[in-house]
């Protein structure tokens, strides 16, 4: 990415990152409406629940693999592949510790978290049962996204959507094989999920090892590095954190939610599976204008960054006018997908309301990643946990203040408080750093 358009590498690399955030948020999204459809608007209300939870936790590992991934770029545009691989090895081996032992521990305290969260009786139980189970998924989880950063960070960002698609494609398969025909419950759903990670995982290590042999570590480099941990943890720690911030921020706003009945839980969980469809492939975006930049911060072409970012900008505003209007279009048939039966047309109504004010809000988290993906790239990892934290508080609060008063749509308002907010911190601190760094 240090020669050559900058508009044809951003799109080149992204269009493969829109596609699989797209195919990532399928197989979960086709999980919830198999589950709403085929077990009932309980099984659809325990995946809502548990959603933010297993967020919480698995965004906070691979945000490991993101700062990782962010270093790993800077050694490659430098051409440093001894320190690539080292990065490589780190990452694999202390990662794998850690998610071992945080899956451990959140299979312990599952129904502690559950209390906390004021989830109704009536689905605490199979809450639970599906929350100990995806846990059991995590270390699987995060060696796809650790080896999935380490082949985005040269660049290839085709091949992890490959992996991607097949286990999408499985999961959706046993989904309608053994809750739609059998009418397995949430146990199978929950199952079959796990088996789709551990398989996008096994791919992706198998490719590695064949096919991207200047990424794979030589057998003297399998150690966990200190000196490169502590650079790995100077790039990942804080995004981990920052990953880490959002979701603890969704917990308190599903709490708020909970409070509110069945319904509006089925609802809210519907909805924001549309959230996830509209804002994850903004990060995506965000994803690539980070390794522009560090990959040409690597090899010194400081007149990259700017343009860059500004590539990054239109093409973040081109995705929101796209997915801004399918939202406000469809917005209707897109919650009728997740849920039937008792209490379905309240919470189609509750849904479809909620969906035609995001339609327009969905620009805000479009800025906002664009510049997440700025400060990451340049290596401002802090700046990232700043905004990140004050668009989730205020968020959060408003979320509180609104919600009670005036319902989902209190919900909406609350995210557009947070974004704007946020923005208010970014944009000048972005003109700061740019004058600072002397890009033009």
């Known amino acids: 990415m240090t020669t050559g358009s900058t508009y044809s590498h951003l799109w080149r690399y992204a269009l493969p990152l829109l596609l699989g955030n797209w195919l990532q948020l399928a197989y979960n999204a086709i999980d919830s409406m198999i589950a709403g459809r085929f077990i009932g608007r309980e099984a659809l209300a325990a995946e809502g629940i548990a959603g933010p939870i297993m967020n919480l936790v698995i965004l906070a590992i691979t945000g490991l693999c993101i700062g990782a991934g962010i270093l790993m770029s800077e050694y490659f545009g430098a051409k440093d592949y001894d320190m ?9 081996l202390s990662g794998a510790a850690v998610s071992l032992a945080i899956s451990a521990v959140c299979i312990l305290i599952s129904p502690q978290m559950l209390h906390l969260m004021a989830v109704p009786e009536e689905i605490h139980g199979i809450t639970v049962t599906y929350l100990r189970i995806t846990f059991l998924g995590m270390p699987f989880t995060f060696f796809y996204n ?3 950063a380490g082949l985005k960070s040269v660049g290839n960002s085709k091949t992890p959507l490959k992996f991607l698609a097949f286990s999408a494609i499985l999961n959706a398969v046993l989904d309608l094989i053994f809750l739609g025909i059998f009418g397995f419950g949430i146990v199978c759903s929950a199952v079959t999920t796990v088996v789709a990670e551990a ?40 995004t981990a954190f920052q990953q880490a911030v959002q ?98 047309k309240e919470v189609i109504s509750l849904g479809s309301t909620y969906l035609m004010y995001m339609a327009f809000f969905y620009l805000w ?5 664009v510049f997440q993906g700025f400060f990451r790239g340049v290596g401002k990892m802090y700046t990232t946990i ?55």
């Not at 690539?84 to 694999?92: E, G, Q, Y």
């Not at 492939?281 to 690597?298: D, K, M, W, Y």
């Not at 988290?365 to 990643?369: C, S, V």
């Open 199 to 238: 398989v996008s995982a096994i791919l992706a290590c198998r490719y590695m090892l064949t096919g991207e042999r200047e990424l794979w570590p030589q057998k003297n480099q399998w150690k966990i590095h200190r000196s490169m941990l502590k650079k790995i943890l100077s790039y990942g720690g804080p």
């Open 146 to 148: 650790a080896l999935s």
């Open 84 to 92: 690539l691989r080292r990065a490589m090895a780190t990452m694999l």
């Open 247 to 344: 979701p603890i921020g969704k917990l308190l706003i599903q709490g708020q939610v909970n409070a509110l009945g069945v319904n509006v839980i089925a609802a809210f969980q519907a909805v924001t599976k549309m959230d996830d469809f509209a804002c994850i492939p903004e990060q995506g975006i965000a994803s690539a204008v980070s390794t522009f930049l560090a990959q040409n911060r690597g090899a010194g072409k400081k007149e990259r960054i700017r343009p860059g970012f500004r590539a990054g900008i239109v093409l973040e505003i081109g995705y929101w006018v796209i997915i801004g209007t399918i939202t406000a279009c469809f917005r209707r048939p897109i919650v009728s997908l997740f849920v039937t039966g008792e209490g379905a």
């Open 386 to 440: 700043i905004g990140t934290t004050i668009q989730i508080s205020f968020r959060t609060l408003f979320t509180y203040l609104l919600a009670p008063r005036i319902g989902m749509v209190g919900i909406t308002f609350a995210c557009a408080i947070g974004w704007t907010v946020m923005l208010v911190f970014e944009v000048p601190y972005y003109f700061v750093t740019c004058r600072k760094a002397g890009w033009k």
């Open 365 to 369: 988290p479009a800025m906002t990643n």
